[in-house]
């Protein structure tokens, strides 16, 4: 069984036109926002971050200024 020199030219053609498209991401298809953590992550270490401030303020004003 052998192939037509019509369908063959046709695949060639359409390997061709692949190989130049290679590399050529449309912007569309690309990530805009690549944040190494996600929100929530982020979320959370902001509470944490904040919360454990505020606990040692108010730690330290309740203690008279001592350590």
């Keep these: 069984m052998t192939t037509s020199k019509r369908l063959a030219d046709r695949k060639v053609e359409k390997f ?20 190494p953590v996600g929100p929530i992550v982020l979320g959370f270490f902001v509470f944490v971050v904040i919360g454990s401030s505020l606990f040692q303020i108010i730690r330290t ?7």
Excluded: F, H, Q
């Design 61 to 67: 004003a309740t203690s008279g200024g001592k350590a």
């Design 16 to 35: 061709d036109k692949n190989i130049k498209r290679r590399g050529a991401v449309p912007e569309s298809t690309k990530k805009g926002n690549n944040y």
